[in-house]
């Protein structure tokens, strides 16, 4: 029987942050930030401008590999995200368990 992976409680270890999720910012969550006036997000957008170059995001402005969410913070063992009440709507909609990028993924195929 499968578990739901709604149910799955997120752990917080970090892995789908681990994914440049950038790339899937959209209209909506654009404008939602310059309506709360969130310029330090709109910029450092922005100053990464990440492009596809085949399997992989680079940026824009030097080339370099756009790896892991420039918002993902970590103290100590502790992940979060340093925009979580106002993340973008990929991040909102992400169920635990949900990708190969969980390590709860296997359990919720089980």
Excluded: H
Excluded at 24 to 41: F, M, S
């Amino acid at each position: 029987m499968m578990e739901n992976p709604s149910a799955i409680e997120c752990r917080r270890c970090g892995k789908c942050c681990l994914a440049n999720l950038i790339a899937y910012v959209t209209d909506e969550d654009i404008g939602r930030w310059n309506r709360e006036g969130r310029r330090d997000i709109i910029l450092i957008l922005e100053i990464e401008k990440g492009v596809w170059a085949g399997d992989r995001l680079v940026s824009s402005r030097d080339g370099k590999n756009l790896r892991g969410c420039p918002f993902f913070s970590c103290t100590g063992q502790a992940f979060s995200c340093s925009i979580y009440e106002t993340r973008p709507e990929v991040c909102r909609n992400y169920i635990p368990g949900s990708s190969e990028l969980c390590p709860q993924f296997a359990k919720s195929r089980s």
